[in-house]
């Protein structure tokens, strides 16, 4: 089984939608949760980050961890064209060893 | 603040060639990262620095890959010889105490 498992999509939305992205990991001792962006040809951006469970929100964006189930979810609402990316959730496990999912693909349509 | 910066974007070189990719991280950071990404496998981490001392290779994949970080504000991922599948994005990450990790914009290697 793998540490983090990501549905690789591609997922395509109509402008306007809320989406939901998805990742589920295996160890329980995971405590630190990201969600990076990556456009096309550009470096991973770091987008959302929590250490605990619940929501975090910032702006479009709603990141939650439910550690009980161990699933973490990017909730982006009022989805527009620019936010078509790749994302990926990635868990810090120990001090320096960043587990990263495989990333999905994100299109969204004008 | 500019974020990590890294050199050259794109390399085109023939096989057996030297590559130097270059690294400079974010100011106040104390780890850098040389990860490398492709279709098949994803972000891979090579080797990872704490203030400037290498801490773990074990991901570099032969010898033919070496990297140093001769001070806080620089490093190099060196392959020598350079092989058709060592063809990848490789990307350099700094990190805040705090955990956050930032990635530059990649080294998108091509050996032919």
């Known amino acids: 089984q793998k540490e983090v498992e990501q549905d690789p999509g591609p997922l395509s939305v109509p402008e306007g939608a809320i989406v939901s992205l998805n990742c589920t990991y295996s160890n329980s001792a995971f405590q630190y949760f990201m969600w990076y962006r990556q456009y096309s040809r550009k470096g991973p951006e770091l987008l959302m980050y929590?250490?605990?469970?619940g929501n975090k929100e910032d702006g479009r964006f709603t990141a939650q961890v439910d550690k009980s189930s161990k699933y973490i979810s990017l909730f982006i609402r009022d989805s527009q064209p620019s936010d078509s990316a790749t994302y990926l959730c990635a868990i810090l496990s120990g001090t320096y060893k960043y587990i990263f999912g495989t990333g999905t693909r994100l299109k969204v349509l004008a | 603040d500019a974020g990590v910066i890294q050199s050259p974007r794109h390399e085109v070189t023939e096989m057996g060639q030297e590559v130097t990719l270059r690294c400079k991280p974010i100011?106040?950071?104390?780890?850098l990262f040389w990860y490398r990404q492709t279709m098949m496998r994803g972000l891979e981490l090579l080797i990872y620095?704490?203030?400037?001392?290498?801490?773990?290779d074990s991901g570099m994949p032969e010898d033919r890959f070496s990297a140093k970080m001769p001070n806080a504000s620089f490093s190099t991922l060196k392959i020598q010889p350079s092989e058709p599948r060592d063809s990848a994005v490789y990307f350099c990450?700094?990190?805040?105490?705090?955990?956050?990790?930032?990635f530059g914009e990649g080294s998108r290697l091509t050996v032919l």
């Open positions: 620095f704490n203030n400037n001392v290498p801490i773990d």
């Open positions: 100011s106040g950071h104390d780890y």
């Open positions: 929590t250490y605990s469970s």
């Open positions: 990450a700094s990190r805040l105490p705090t955990g956050e990790l930032f």
